[in-house]
């Protein structure tokens, strides 16, 4: 059966926005990057995605990502704005399973008709996403969100990809992140638009808070914003808000992302075919010439005529 | 290609005590599935409307409080409201005398205290698979 025969169904209901086709539609664009494609595209002849903005959250496990980000987009709903979030959770490296829990923080935003709500495994990612997100959020602009919201794995240092994602990164930290010299590095602490100091509702918050206005005192980093919030006492979230809204306002087309955008799906998407050829590859009897002929010669057939 | 089996593991009801869902949700992923799970308290209409945002294979269910029989049914007909064809199972204290009841409405499978966990991962991998394929 040809693919367009195939999704019709899926495709229509897509077009009526309707949720259930969306998710199905995410689950096959990280399982099958072949057809993906086709659909991605066929979606965007049919009508012009949707410029959403997209924001970044992302920080160190457990210092309150998914738990800010329940209080933010509450703020969201007032003016009927319609929201997608993305979560991201590892997977397992031994047994490629995962265990999804940042959804647990926003259940009252289930229901929310204007709310979308997605958990994904990085499936093998380094960059503290998952191979498909840049797919993911071609469709979700093309299902119409104003705002694209994702979170990234409890993120280290070098887990950066990001920057190169979203149009806007917000930097969650929280008081007890270690002492200046950790604020220096670089890394993480450079990719941020702006950082939020989660949990000032600890005593160690004001010290830390000082420590982070020397550092944004510094030349370089003058244009960038700090907050300090509780997302547990709801405290200081609107402020961010505006903030943002003034950001997305004044946004330009970012042209350099968006290249570097298109050549991370490409690279992606050969990262995935070669894995998969790799998966079901004896290579037992080889030497290391041979398996990359025999690779190169699958990926060829996998992917040719195209 | 990598077709990756994605369930949920849902607390409907009153009761707080989620060791047993959450020692599930780890053998489940330990097996190399993709598990949500939801925390305790939620609503059959919180479980349902995740399930399908999530577009999860399988609704596996921990139930320790005895509502199981309101909750389960609200849950089926919520599911065959919406128009989604996605299987339930259930676990946790379910007297014997009920579980012919549960099936009926639609329970495909229920898991008393001391099943392995074994044959809880393999059951539940071999009901996802049917609905992947």
Not at chain 1, 212 to 238: A, C, H, P, R, T
Not at chain 2, 71 to 99: A, T, Y
Request: aromatic letters at 6%; a neutral charge; one cysteine or more.
């Amino acid at each position: 059966m040809q693919w367009q025969e195939k999704y019709e169904g899926l495709i229509s209901k897509f077009k009526a926005r309707d949720k259930a086709a969306l998710a199905k539609m995410i689950s096959l664009i990280e399982d099958n990057v072949v057809d993906s494609w086709k659909i991605i595209s066929k979606l965007q002849a049919d009508s012009p995605p949707k410029n959403s903005y997209i924001i970044g959250i992302t920080g160190s496990p457990g210092v309150g990502k998914s738990t800010f980000i329940s209080k933010f987009v509450e703020l969201f709903l007032e003016s009927d704005e319609k929201i997608g979030i993305i979560l991201i959770d590892p997977s397992s490296p031994f047994s490629g399973g995962a265990f999804l829990g940042d959804r647990i923080r926003m259940f009252e935003l289930t229901k929310s008709p204007n709310v979308y709500i997605r958990s994904l495994a990085s499936r093998g990612a380094s960059g503290g996403l998952c191979n498909s997100i840049y797919d993911i959020i071609e469709v979700m602009k093309s299902f119409g969100f104003d705002k694209i919201i994702i979170e990234t794995v409890g993120a280290g240092q070098t887990e950066i990809e990001i920057f190169y994602a979203c149009d806007f990164v917000i930097l969650i930290l929280s008081p007890d992140s270690g002492d200046e010299v950790q604020i220096f590095k670089a890394g993480i602490m450079e990719i941020a638009d702006c950082y939020v100091v989660n949990k000032i509702d600890l005593p160690s918050s004001k010290k830390f808070i000082v420590q982070m206005e020397n550092f944004l005192n510094s030349e370089k980093n003058i244009q960038k914003k700090l907050f300090g919030v509780s997302s547990l006492e709801n405290k200081g979230i609107d402020k961010i808000k505006n903030w943002i809204e003034l950001q997305q306002k004044e946004a330009k087309d970012n042209a350099v992302k968006n290249e570097i955008r298109k050549k991370i799906r490409v690279k992606n998407f050969f990262i995935n075919v070669i894995e998969n050829i790799l998966i079901n590859l004896s290579t037992e009897d080889s030497d290391i010439f041979t398996l990359r002929n025999e690779v190169l010669k699958l990926l060829c057939k996998e992917i040719g005529g195209e | 290609m990598d077709k990756k089996i994605r369930v949920m593991i849902a607390k409907p009801g009153l009761d707080g005590h989620d060791r047993g869902a959450k020692i599930i949700a780890r053998a489940l992923r330990d097996a190399g599935m993709e598990v949500i799970y939801t925390g305790i308290r939620r609503t059959p209409e919180e479980i349902v409307e995740a399930a399908i945002q999530e577009d999860v294979d399988l609704i596996g269910l921990s139930i320790l409080s005895g509502a199981h029989n309101i909750l389960c049914k609200k849950i089926i007909s919520l599911l065959k409201e919406r128009e989604v064809e996605m299987p339930v199972i259930l676990g946790g204290i379910i007297p014997e005398k009920d579980i012919p009841e549960l099936k009926e409405m639609g329970i495909i499978e229920v898991f008393t205290p001391g099943t392995s966990l074994n044959e809880i991962v393999e059951k539940v991998k071999s009901i996802a698979m049917a609905r992947k394929v």
